[in-house]
Nanobody, 115 residues
Framework: QVQLVESGGGLVQPGGSLRLSCAAS????????MNWHRQAPGNQRELVAA???????NYVDSVKGRFTISRDNAKNTMYLQMNSLKPEDTAVYYC?????????WGTGTLVTVSS
């Protein structure tokens, strides 16, 4: 089993920044992929950003140039730096961990972008 703990969500004004963290613990073995998903009210959950064990990244078009995903393999921790936040970024952000065919999810952290 792998446990995921997210942190860093909150209320921020449009144009502001937040940094999300996801710490993984438990039975972890490389390689593994970590992703950030989000789900806004009334919408389906969508993949926001992904990072492989080797640091290769991928982003949904709506966040390219504003969000940066990174990871610290020594700490089994993933980050999402979110800049120039927009009201449409408001959602619950979920950490996802994929290892050896198994998917694990965090409980989510709420990000609200509002003036």
């Amino acid at each position: 089993q792998v446990q995921l703990v997210e942190s860093g969500g909150g209320l921020v004004q449009p144009g502001g920044s937040l940094r999300l963290s996801c710490a993984a613990s438990g039975r972890i073995s490389s390689p593994y992929t970590m992703n950030w998903h989000r789900q806004a009210p009334g919408n389906q959950r969508e993949l926001v950003a992904a990072i492989t064990n080797y640091g290769r990244t991928n982003y949904v078009d709506s966040v390219k140039g504003r969000f940066t995903i990174s990871r610290d393999n020594a700490k089994n921790t993933m980050y999402l730096q979110m800049n120039s936040l927009k009201p449409e970024d408001t959602a619950v952000y979920y950490c996802n961990f994929f290892q050896r065919g198994m998917n694990y999810w965090g409980t989510g952290t709420l990000v609200t972008v509002s003036s």
